[in-house]
């Protein structure tokens, strides 16, 4: 079955840009989404056909996707976006939906 | 605003079977499919399947095919997910998304809009 691979962790400092990285077969032709998760709370889209962002989400949110990678990008991350983040995308094989582990981003 | 309210928790014994409802608002509900997706503890985002909610079409992963059911009352604008013959590792929240209908498959489209979650437990 289809898999994506993210890191566990990814730790930046306020103000800098935070990477995190999603890996699949292939991923780059295919449409891959982001979601934040926050403690307690459910997942919020922040990013959609790749680099797509919804309207609310703040512009410092940022996503590409090339070959078998796809980076969602944070440019001067705020300790407010400290959070779970995973990333998504659908199987044509098996015509379903595939998530990654998740990544937590520390902010401090 | 778009909503979708979901109901509440549920402990259940094995075996049990559990039926979980998603209330739509703030939109068209026939125009939108609902997906739904549990999270374990300490595991990945795990879907389930969907429904359109226009046609009542519906679609559900080969690894819970057979024990799931999705179905739709559209005068209520909500759907319900029922899972049968429970066990313990069907512990975990589930939630109800929403995605587009412009793909052939819904399940292509990001999920926009969450519900905020379901925690079912399931124990002797």
């Known amino acids: 079955s289809y898999e994506l691979t993210q890191p566990p962790s990814v730790s930046v400092s306020p103000g800098q840009t935070a990477s995190i990285t999603c890996s699949g077969e292939t991923l780059g032709n295919k449409y891959v989404s982001w979601y934040q998760q926050r403690p307690g709370q459910s997942p919020v889209l922040v990013i959609y056909e790749d680099r797509k962002r919804p309207s609310e989400i703040p512009a410092r949110f940022s996503g590409s996707n090339s070959g078998n990678t796809a980076t969602l990008t944070i440019s001067g991350a705020q300790p407010i976006d400290e959070a779970d983040y995973f990333c998504?995308?659908?199987?044509?094989?098996?015509?379903?939906?595939?998530f990654g582990g998740g990544t937590k981003l520390t902010v401090l | 605003q778009v909503q979708l309210v979901q109901s509440g928790a549920e402990l259940k014994k094995p075996g049990a079977s559990v039926k979980i409802s998603c209330k739509t608002s703030?939109?068209?509900?026939?125009?939108?499919?609902i997906q739904w997706v549990r999270q374990a503890p300490e595991q990945r985002l795990e879907w389930l399947g969907w429904i359109n909610g226009g046609n009542g079409k519906t679609k559900y992963s080969q690894k819970f095919q057979g024990r799931v059911t999705i179905t739709r009352d559209t005068s209520a604008s909500t759907a319900h997910m029922e899972l049968s013959s429970l066990r313990s590792q069907d512990s975990a929240i589930y939630y109800c998304?929403?995605?587009?209908?412009?793909?052939?498959?819904?399940?292509?489209?990001?999920?926009?809009?969450w519900g905020q979650g379901t925690l079912v437990t399931v124990s002797s």
């Open positions: 998304a929403r995605t587009s209908l412009r793909y052939f498959d819904p399940a292509e489209d990001a999920f926009d809009i």
């Open positions: 998504q995308a659908w199987d044509s094989r098996t015509t379903s939906v595939v």
């Open positions: 703030g939109y068209t509900f026939t125009t939108y499919a």
